[in-house]
């Protein structure tokens, strides 16, 4: 993560900073459990890199238009990507702005909501533990979202991880939307789960979708079965369960890119393989993405996942202010070995 942080310039473009990420991966990961030949190793979320109003999910093709997008000073840059040893998944999200520094930290509503979702955050993985229920860490993501005028991205969800699985049976969904609250889903949490704590928050009202940007980004849906017709979708669906068994992956992957999309039409028509689109949002609003996974003990939580997070560079105006929130804070969260750095 600290990686594609570095390289976010002034003029670098989103397709250099996704192969990078993707890169760097598969370079750190031929460093570990070397002893292992037949260990599997390799990338569990693409590496995906969303400046201004595009909110997630963009991990462009060589041929597509954003794939030459570039950056400019000031621009709010989200980064998302995973990583899994072994069927074991760990999974970061960061956000930042370009140019800042500790002279010239951000301000204003951007440091507002970067602010807001990376506090969500760190309030979320001490709220996740036995005993806790969902609607607690809803209902308390809420508040400290309004301690700085921001909202939650509505229905964004966070997911229990399984060894090979991305989206676990458990989930969070972090802003229900009205129509469906009452009736939400309500988990309770388990010592020896793990969770991916995915936080999305925006400084204005709104709702994040879809436009006509290519969806690149899929993983294979494990319980679906179908006999595909085209021998391009065999093909490829062939590629997909072998080099990426259920992780999440991107088109620009397979070797050929015309083959590939062609051939995750029918994948996608047949639910084999489940999308995840790009999402934006109003241009006029700023959107700030934290994740990381946590192990969820019976006495404690680890944080198996850091972020490249420096205090010194954001400098927002409001802060929590809610005693029961400075409370749970201030709860201790352990760190393990995995670093997004």
């Known amino acids: ?33 070397t002893e292992d030949e037949k260990m599997s190793k390799g990338i569990a979320f693409p590496t995906c890199v969303c400046p201004t109003s595009i909110v997630c999910h963009l991990s462009p093709l060589v041929s597509d238009p954003e794939a030459t997008i570039a950056l400019k000073n000031g621009d709010m840059v989200r980064v998302e990507l995973g990583v899994q040893i072994d069927g074991y998944i760990a999974q970061a999200a960061h956000t930042f702005v370009v140019g800042a520094t500790k002279e010239n930290p951000v301000v204003g509503r951007q440091a507002d909501v970067i602010q807001a979702a990376y506090s969500a955050a760190e309030l979320a993985a001490r709220l996740i533990r036995p005993g ?42 972090l802003n ?23 936080i999305l928050v925006k400084s204005g009202e709104g709702k994040s979708r879809p436009l006509d940007t290519r969806t690149t980004v899929f993983k294979r849906s494990p319980n679906q079965t179908y006999q ?30 015309k083959k590939a999309r062609m051939g995750i039409l029918e994948c996608t028509s047949h639910n084999l393989v489940t999308p995840y689109p790009v999402l934006h949002e109003k241009n006029d609003i700023d959107n700030a993405h934290f994740m990381f996974t946590v192990l969820v ?19 927002s105006e409001c802060k929590v202010v809610d005693p029961e929130l400075i409370e749970i804070l201030s709860r201790p969260v352990k760190t393990g070995a995995a670093s997004a750095e």
């Open 228 to 257: 595909l017709k085209m021998q391009t979708s065999r093909i490829i669906f062939s590629e997909i369960r072998r080099n990426h068994g259920t992780m999440a992956f991107s088109l620009r992957n397979f070797e050929n890119e």
């Open 297 to 315: 003990l019976e006495s404690e939580q680890i944080q198996t996942v850091t972020l490249p997070w420096d205090q010194e560079l954001i400098k």
């Open 1 to 33: 993560m600290s990686t594609v942080v570095a390289a976010g310039v002034e003029g670098a473009t989103v397709l250099s900073l996704c192969t990078l990420g993707d890169s760097t991966i598969l370079s750190l990961l031929k460093t570990v459990y």
């Open 176 to 198: 229900p939307p009205e129509t469906s609250r009452k009736n939400a889903s309500n988990v309770v949490f388990e010592a020896g789960e793990v969770y991916s704590i995915d």
């Open 132 to 173: 806790n229920d969902s609607r607690m860490v809803t209902d308390s993501i809420s508040k400290i979202a309004k301690e700085f005028n921001c909202t939650a991205v509505e229905g964004m969800t966070t997911h229990q991880v399984l060894r090979n699985i991305l989206d676990g049976p458990k989930q969070i969904v």
